[in-house]
């Protein structure tokens, strides 16, 4: 079973409005990481948090991290209609095996 | 290109058939993962390599699933007598695998092989 779950399923936003999914896990982890996925093609990394720390930022992303909820967050500002796509969350055990992805979030950006 | 590499991108097959699928990882990177994806699904793991040894396959959903990396550089997925429930998306990953602090695990996708079984 997977152990990542993003929330919501599907996000649709105007341009310019900032879009923010959310992922819960259940154990324990290294590091988590969010990734994009483009209408069926390979999924690109976006950004990582490590298990000691709390928030990340790159760019136009935030992501942040609450090891005692197990779970984590990713806000995009100011959305773009390119930003349209699947995301999904990783979870990365300490032996870096399984990484575990949730069934994702759909965000459609609107232009 | 110096991305992670899948053959071929479409297989279209009749039950009862076997199949392989290949990856060519970036070159150096130690670790290489196979995974399947269900249409708007999560990539759901199968197994995964350090160099040439199978570290897991626990993902692997029966024993008509293999896989191999026999020198430590592209990997192949064997399915024997497909079924149609063996269609999907499947794509591998790999990341470099090194040991220590600087070693985040991120993992670089193919673009994945579509496998159906009719």
Redesign the interface.
């Known amino acids: 079973s997977q152990q990542g779950e993003e929330d919501p399923q599907a996000l649709s936003i105007q341009e310019g409005e900032n879009a923010t999914m959310n992922c819960s896990y259940k154990t324990s982890i290294n590091n988590l990481q969010w990734y994009r996925q483009n209408s069926g093609r390979g999924l690109v990394h976006l950004i990582l948090i490590r298990s000691n720390e709390r928030e990340k930022h790159s760019g136009r992303l935030r992501v942040t991290l609450d090891t005692s909820k197990k779970s984590s967050s990713l806000l995009i500002t100011a959305s773009r209609a390119a930003d349209t796509a699947s995301y999904f969350c990783a979870t990365v055990p300490y032996n870096f095996n399984k990484f575990y992805f949730g069934s994702g979030t759909k965000l459609n950006v609107k232009p | 290109g110096a991305g ?1 590499s899948q053959s071929p991108r479409y297989k279209v097959t009749k039950r009862g058939q076997d199949v392989a699928l290949r990856c060519d990882p970036i070159s150096g990177h130690v ?1 290489l ?1 196979w ?1 399947r994806q269900a249409l ?6 199968l197994t ?1 390599f350090n160099y040439e040894a199978q ?2 396959k ?2 692997l959903p029966n024993d008509r699933f293999s896989a191999e990396r026999p020198k430590g550089s592209f990997s192949t997925l064997e399915i024997q007598r497909t079924e149609q429930r063996d269609s999907a ?1 499947y ?1 591998c ?1 790999s ?1 470099i ?1 090194t040991s220590g602090a600087s ?10 092989s579509r496998l159906t079984v009719l």
């Open positions: 992670v670790s993962y995974y708007g699904q999560g990539p759901e793991f995964y570290q897991d626990s993902g998306m794509r990953a990341s695998g070693n985040t695990g991120e993992l670089f996708f193919g673009e994945g």
